[in-house]
């Protein structure tokens, strides 16, 4: 593993320590700083968290920044189903991870002139935990898909 000493850097969060220590990696001088970022939490030097807070809530305003309908964004039914129909693909391509479901998809009964190649059957259930279940769902959004 190679170390970085460029992106690496000092502080010290004790208000105790008088005189100002210098770190070196190898040797080359680890520059001091007030403030830096870790796993989306920003540290200072001084126990305000007036930076920290504002980040937060930047980030949180920035989920809200346009709810008029002009915008573009997918609501989060929109990114389900995609995600649904993304996964059925997955699954009826046999990839590795999806094979299980894959290989337990049914082959349509027939082909007709007008269907596409990416055909599949619904199974029939009796019980609602089978109707409604991720695999019938999907091939619902999928036969319904143009």
Known sequence: MKMNPDKSKAESTR???KARLTYYFGDQLIPEVNTFEYLRIIIRSDPRWADHVNYAV????AKFADPTDES???TLTQRRLIARLCALYKA????????????SLLKP????????SWKVR???????????????????DWKAAP
Do not use: M
């Not at 009826?92 to 290989?103: F, K, L, M, S, V």
């Open 72 to 74: 573009v964004w997918e």
């Open 122 to 140: 619904s199974r029939k259930h009796r019980t609602d935990v089978g109707k409604y279940s991720f695999v019938n769902r999907t091939i619902k």
């Open 58 to 61: 930047q980030r949180r305003a």
């Open 109 to 116: 009964c027939y082909l007709s002139r007008g269907d596409r």
């Open 15 to 17: 208000a105790r320590v």
């Open 92 to 103: 009826y391509t046999r990839r590795p991870a999806w094979r299980a479901i894959g290989n």
